[in-house]
Every structure is written in structure tokens, then in C-alpha cells.
């Protein structure tokens, strides 16, 4: 089971910027790591971070292996106009991880 962890304030004065912060449960395997038996443990990352507000993308990141375990994110988006963000994470495997939260602009 995947979980995120999304933080942005409740509401938002018109104008304003604003850090939004997130971060995803996920174990970041690089595919260089070898298990107990010698064996190459396969690569699993996300590769990809998305964060639209309604259908404006307002934020990407591509992620690469050097990437750090439980991937955070942080960044800042100027509040002109609230809504639904949609956060997706995209990686190996088929992986794909979406959350939403209401941004309320005042």
C-alpha cells in the first residue's frame, strides 16, 4: 500500500504564494543494490511527479535514481485562483499514485 502525505494551508489570501508540500511512501530501489543472496535487486523508482491545479499544470519533476527513499517534494505556487490539486506519481513497474486536495483561495 502506497501513502502520501500532502501539506498546503487550509486557505489561501488571493495572490499569495504558497509552499505546497508532499511526500510518497515508496522504497526508491535502484537497481545497483544487491540482496542477501547476490542477487541485483530490480530497479523500482518513481520517475516522474505531476501537480495540477484543475487542468493547468503548475508544477513537474523528473525523478532519477539518486533519489532518496520516500521521495519529498516541495514546491511553491502562486494561489490566483483556487480548486482541486491533483498530485500524481508515475514510476516503474506501472507504478502511478494520484492524490487530491482543495485549493481555497479567498
Do not use: K
Not at 45 to 59: M, P, Q, S, Y
Amino acid at each position: 500500500m502506497t501513502r502520501a502525505l500532502v501539506n498546503l494551508p487550509e486557505t489561501v489570501p488571493r495572490g499569495t504564494v504558497v509552499e505546497i508540500r508532499a511526500m510518497l511512501q515508496h522504497p526508491m530501489e535502484t537497481g545497483h543494490r544487491r540482496d542477501a543472496g547476490g542477487t541485483l535487486v530490480p530497479r523500482d523508482i518513481v520517475t516522474r511527479f505531476e501537480c495540477r491545479l484543475g487542468d493547468a499544470l503548475v508544477f513537474a519533476a523528473d525523478l532519477y535514481p539518486a533519489m532518496a527513499a520516500n521521495p519529498f517534494i516541495a514546491f511553491p505556487l502562486r494561489a490566483e485562483r483556487g480548486g482541486t490539486l491533483v498530485l500524481t506519481w508515475t514510476g516503474d513497474r506501472g507504478f502511478h499514485h494520484e492524490e487530491r486536495r482543495t485549493l481555497a483561495v479567498a
